[in-house]
């Protein structure tokens, strides 16, 4: 199986819960690199190219909510496969929202966000979908935080998976992981 890279969402990190999930589920499979993204979104793209490197035959990508965005790009870089989960789609519908102070839930560290840092960084980062057959989308009807009609809108029907409840946390995310494996398989 390729290696999976686990990319966290906005104010989370390597502790988050579907990250832990996502360790210990394919732990002894295959390498399961979960980075801790800097802020800036250049800046978390540049880390994440460093870190999956090469031309991405060996890579496949599961991205939650910011982080389902920051995969959506890199998939379409490495035109590798993704699973994407609650995702944002649309930054700068969202950006004002990620401005101000936050703590982080899982390490209680307060990070400062400023317009400038988020509303110049998305400018350059518009990933197009060039083959939707390479995602798995699953989305929640009640996410709190995003509209799960930006990710219906984007990808074919086939890929997306509707659930009625999970909210923003995609709280059944347990319960997908063996059609997560089969998905990324279906690319070995």
């Not at 890279?5 to 399961?32: M, R, W």
């Amino acid at each position: 199986m390729r290696r999976i890279c686990y990319i966290h969402g906005f104010n989370s990190g390597p502790e988050s819960v579907k990250a832990q999930l996502v360790k210990d589920y394919f732990q002894g499979k295959t390498e399961v690199m979960l980075p801790r993204l800097a802020l800036a979104p250049e800046l978390a793209i540049a880390q994440l190219l460093a870190l999956c490197g090469g031309d991405g035959n060996e890579l496949v990508l599961i991205g939650s909510s910011l982080g389902g965005f920051y995969a959506l790009y890199l998939a379409e870089y490495y035109q590798c496969p993704a699973v994407l989960v609650n995702p944002l789609i649309n930054p700068k519908k969202y950006q004002q929202g990620m401005v101000g102070t936050h703590i982080n839930p899982y390490n209680s560290k307060k990070i400062i966000v400023t317009e400038k840092e988020v509303i110049q960084s998305f400018d350059y980062i518009y990933p197009e979908v060039k083959e939707s057959k390479r995602y798995l989308v699953l989305l929640t009807k009640d996410d709190e935080v995003l509209d799960y009609r930006d990710a219906l809108a984007l990808f074919a029907s086939e890929s997306c998976y509707v659930s009625v409840a999970g909210g923003h946390a995609f709280t059944d995310f347990a319960d997908w992981l063996p059609k997560i494996e089969q998905h990324l398989q279906l690319w070995d």
